[in-house]
């Protein structure tokens, strides 16, 4: 037990890669991007295609 490092996390040692998606869940401007863009472009979409079924008179 001498030789052990206590209270250090694995990954600090360095010779670890980080998962794809612990990188990307780690990026809360990436996270905020999506939150913000994803909803926007998804209900400009929706409306777009509202107004072209808006029956004609």
Known sequence: M???NKGTP???TGDEKI???QRFLDNIYLLLALGV???FL???L???LEMFQVPHH
Do not use: A, M
Request: net charge positive; glycine share 22%.
């Open 2 to 4: 001498t030789g052990e």
């Open 10 to 12: 694995r990954s600090s």
């Open 19 to 21: 998962p794809r998606g």
């Open 37 to 39: 863009g994803l909803p």
């Open 42 to 44: 998804l209900y400009t």
């Open 46 to 48: 929706w409306g777009i």
